[in-house]
């Protein structure tokens, strides 16, 4: 059987959740044999934004944008190179109108949903489409698109409804797509949980680790709160830093927050955090993308890992705070809680949410209360932060692991095949 998946971000291009799980997938699915044993490994293609320069794995293509385009509307880039994949997985038959050899195409992201779909129509095979996230709950995104943001949602939703199978990353998120697109098959949409590389992300409390955590400026020994996302609005950074002011004067609070959607919500976490550090001290903005081992490293000294965002179909940076023994406090909306368990592996905080797309809570002060409030009892009790992070770690490693969401996805594969 050959796949085909199709992605924006792959190795070495990583930004988000997305992209993590997009190559914990594809390594899991190369191990895996659909006829047996005995049989052929599963042989999955991979079509990726960048350059040849960027990547040199066998089975990956990448696809730049396309010079022609240069200067348009950011949407309209994403589907010059959406065309070029679809023309590639097509191509390598000899002729635009084969299959190429081709069983399956699987996108991921809006940013190759498109070219999922229109692989599918010339290949004339199934296309699969995993959602991360849906355009119509992240209306900002037309600060960052403007009109594209009508060209991104049109194409998210003409993938979706033409799709043979849907991917739903928990049961919340499944619930989201059957509102938002009440015309799909129910049949059609199925639950596989994002996964955690239990090995790669772990405790790591060695002398190393913490000389390593205070030259990002941050006190191992003192308790803190830690923070690691993207700066967009769906991550809730503002309720965090507004939150941060209640918190008891010793804690530490470390954003590591890089990769910001647009200037104007830079600019707005920028003021916040300046306005924060003029009140107290232990403030560490670390405002660029860092290497998995420094998270990794940050998220073992931290007494909390804090995750307050307003949109949130499972949270992969949830599971990696847990495999790497952090208790957790986040907003129980979307998938998180599913994947934190309140009163054993971290904090639950409640929110009460604007239901028009954007997520903002109905009463922001007493959504940014009830966070200071988590976070003060987490950080004011080490050892009970500590016993949930332990337990974290353990439910991260015997519901998560790669291996079995393969062999979840291997079974979606199937049931489109099947008809």
């Not at 998938?335 to 929110?351: F, M, S």
């Not at 239901?355 to 002060?365: E, L, M, N, S, V």
Request: aromatic share 4%; net charge negative; proline share 6%.
């Amino acid at each position: 059987m050959r796949v085909d998946v199709l992605t924006r971000e792959y190795p070495p291009d990583i930004y988000g959740g997305a992209g993590v799980h997009v190559a914990e997938l594809v390594r899991v699915l190369r191990q895996l044999h659909p006829d047996g044993p005995g049989g052929a490994p599963l042989d999955v293609r991979v079509r990726a934004w960048g350059t040849a320069a960027d990547r040199h794995e066998a089975g990956t293509t990448s696809h730049p944008e396309l010079a022609e385009l240069d200067g348009a509307n950011a949407a309209l880039r994403v589907l010059g190179v959406d065309l070029s994949m679809a023309a590639a997985v097509t191509a390598d038959a000899g002729g635009a109108d084969s299959a190429g050899g081709t069983d399956l195409v699987h996108s991921h992201t809006w940013y190759a949903n498109l070219a999922g779909h229109v692989s599918g129509l010339l290949a004339g095979v199934p296309h699969v489409v995993t959602a991360h996230s849906l355009e119509p709950l992240r209306p900002w995104k037309a600060e960052q698109l403007g009109g594209g943001y009508a060209l991104s949602s049109w194409a998210e939703k003409t993938a979706y409804e033409g799709a043979a199978a849907v991917i739903a990353v928990s049961a919340g998120m499944r619930a989201d797509i059957l509102r938002c697109y009440p015309t799909l098959d129910p049949a059609r949409v199925h639950v596989v949980h994002n996964g955690i590389d239990a090995d790669a992300w772990s405790r790591d409390d060695s002398p190393e680790a913490h000389d390593a955590v205070r030259a990002l400026g941050v006190d191992p020994d003192q308790p803190s709160v830690v923070f690691v996302g993207r700066t967009t609005r769906q991550k809730g950074l503002p309720h965090l830093l507004r939150a941060a002011a209640q918190l008891p004067p010793e804690v530490q609070l470390v954003l590591a927050a890089g990769a910001p959607d647009t200037p104007e919500i830079a600019a707005e976490v920028a003021g916040l955090v300046a306005d924060l550090k003029a009140t107290r001290s232990g403030v560490v903005l670390i405002d660029r993308m860092l290497p998995r081992t420094d998270v990794v490293r940050l998220l073992s000294a931290a007494t909390v890992f804090v995750c307050p965002s307003v949109y949130e179909p499972l949270g992969i940076v949830n599971l990696e705070a847990m495999a790497c023994g952090a208790a957790v406090v986040a907003s129980a909306t979307g998938g998180i809680p599913e994947v934190v368990a309140d009163g054993e592996t971290g904090w639950l905080v409640p929110i009460e949410q604007v239901q028009d797309g954007t997520g903002r809570p109905i009463d922001p002060a007493k959504y940014e209360a009830d966070l200071a409030a988590a976070l003060t009892a987490a950080t004011s009790d080490p050892a009970e932060a500590r016993r949930r992070g332990e337990a974290g770690r353990r439910r991260a490693v015997a519901e998560f692991g790669w291996d079995a969401i393969g062999e979840r996805t291997l079974a979606v594969y199937r049931a489109a095949l099947a008809g």
